[in-house]
């Protein structure tokens, strides 16, 4: 009985008739709406899909074969519509998850950049607190990436003594640097 009566509303439906149309969509609306919601988790875009659904049946009406199965036509597109929507919406987080994390990388690169600059500028201002000779050297290897040898000729002394001078300056800006870290964390207890 069911399949007659499909044919028949499948008949009216290929001659335009609205009220076929509107029978078929109280026969299979609620089925399909079940079936998208099941995919989709929204009572929108299951509404949306069983719409978009019955939509492309009406504008092929004309081309609709007598012996198709309506029931399994109507499945079809409303699998086919969910499938693109699933894809659709992989898409559109896949790239809000991209953006996103395009967005705390360059965070995370100008915080390194300004973390860099401020500790820069405070090994620049602990280096120029040494004495002539030892700043000269340090500022020489440290800046400019002297080796020992480039630095002896530009100052006109021997490697030893460059090395000395070094060595001495490297402890020198460790106490300095210590001193001064200490100081900001004693500063950071004052404040709580």
């Given amino acids: ?4 009566t499909d044919r028949q509303l499948l008949n009216g439906l290929r001659k335009g008739y609205e009220d ?3 029978e078929l969509f109280n026969r299979y609306g609620r089925m399909m709406y079940a079936l998208a919601y099941r ?11 069983v719409q978009s659904a019955f939509m492309k049946l009406w504008a092929r009406r004309e081309s609709l074969e007598l012996n198709e199965n309506i029931g399994s036509l109507l499945y079809t ?6 499938l693109n929507e699933i894809r659709h919406n992989a898409i559109v987080v896949e790239g809000n998850w991209e953006m996103s994390r395009e967005a705390e990388e360059a965070d995370d690169s100008f915080i390194r950049q300004m973390e860099k600059k401020n500790q820069l500028e405070l090994l620049i201002s602990a280096v120029s607190k040494l004495p002539a000779r030892k700043r000269d050297i340090c500022l020489l290897k440290l800046m400019k990436g002297f080796t020992n040898k480039e630095i002896a000729e530009q100052l006109n002394i021997k490697v ?3 090395k000395v001078h070094y060595n001495q300056a490297i402890r020198m800006l460790r106490k ?3 001193m001064l870290v200490i100081a900001i ?7 709580k």
């Fill in 77 to 82: 597109i409303l699998k086919n519509h969910v």
């Fill in 176 to 178: 300095y640097l210590l």
């Fill in 160 to 162: 030893p003594t460059v």
């Fill in 1 to 4: 009985m069911t399949i007659d």
């Fill in 185 to 191: 964390c004693a500063f950071g207890e004052l404040w």
């Fill in 20 to 22: 076929a149309f509107v």
């Fill in 39 to 49: 995919y989709l988790k929204s009572e929108e875009d299951a509404e949306d899909a």
